[in-house]
């Protein structure tokens, strides 16, 4: 198994310009999600899907559009870059965990730096 | 609303310290779980644990351990005799029991010289 990947590993982009951030997982897991990191922030959820066709908002999914058209993949598009947008971005999945049943470790990718001019 | 507090931002030692990392946190859930990872200079995010809110028992795991108290909400994590490869921003997280949503404190950077 590959686990989580994430494609590009680094992307420079120009204020405006629109990308898709690819993140693609083997293990047959229902729950995708995307994060950002930004210095001293922690890590901050901005959308999540717990299957095909399903997606919903995290804290902070301004600015960023999702979608699931397969288990497999879980695509993260910027439509008009912004500085604000200068990021780590981490996307992970995990099988849909439900109270009690204790599969909730998230695997998470290596991660796609971004910056934004 | 969830809220994970890792108080300490950068904590500094000298090798074979121990060290104890601060996380604090705040749920309605009866259920849920909380999390600890590793983020090493690399870059990447290394599990360490995951604790359900019904196990209050204390884990080590080598020289890494875990003290969980419902009581003050607190999980906080011992590394014994620290070493330069320690060296590393650890994140604490909590999960609530509907779906695989992660909170995540805001991380410590924890720096472990020769």
């Known amino acids: 198994n590959a686990g989580v990947t994430q494609t590009p590993k680094f992307q420079v982009l120009k204020t405006g310009q629109s990308m898709t951030l690819q993140c693609a997982q083997d293990?047959?897991?229902?729950?995708m999600s995307w994060y950002r990191q930004d210095p001293g922030m922690g890590l901050r959820l901005i959308h999540y899907?717990?299957?095909?066709?399903?997606?919903d908002q995290g804290e902070v999914p301004n600015g960023y559009n999702v979608s699931r058209s397969t288990t497999e993949d879980f695509p993260l598009r910027l439509l008009s870059a912004a500085p604000s947008q200068t990021s780590v971005y981490f996307c992970?999945?995990?099988?849909?965990?439900?109270?009690?049943?204790?599969?909730?470790?998230?695997?998470f990718g290596p991660g796609t730096r971004l910056t934004v001019l | 609303a969830q809220k994970v507090t890792q108080a300490q931002t950068e904590i500094s030692v000298v090798e074979k310290e121990d060290v104890t990392l601060d996380c604090v946190y705040e749920?309605?859930?009866?259920?849920?779980?909380l999390f600890w990872y590793k983020q090493p200079p690399s870059g990447e995010l290394v599990f360490l644990i995951r604790?359900?809110?019904?196990?209050?028992q204390n884990e080590i795991s080598g020289r890494y351990s875990w003290n969980f108290q419902k009581s003050t909400s607190s999980f906080n994590f011992t590394i014994t005799a620290s070493q330069v490869v320690d060296s590393a921003v650890y994140f604490c997280?909590?999960?609530?029991?509907?779906?695989?949503?992660?909170?995540f404190g805001k991380g410590t950077m924890l720096l472990v010289s020769p």
């Open positions: 992970a999945s995990s099988y849909f965990g439900r109270s009690g049943s204790g599969n909730n470790e998230q695997f």
């Open positions: 899907s717990v299957g095909a066709g399903i997606t």
């Open positions: 604790r359900n809110s019904f196990d209050e």
């Open positions: 997280a909590l999960m609530n029991s509907g779906y695989s949503t992660l909170t």
């Open positions: 749920t309605r859930d009866t259920t849920y779980y």
């Open positions: 293990m047959n897991h229902e729950y």
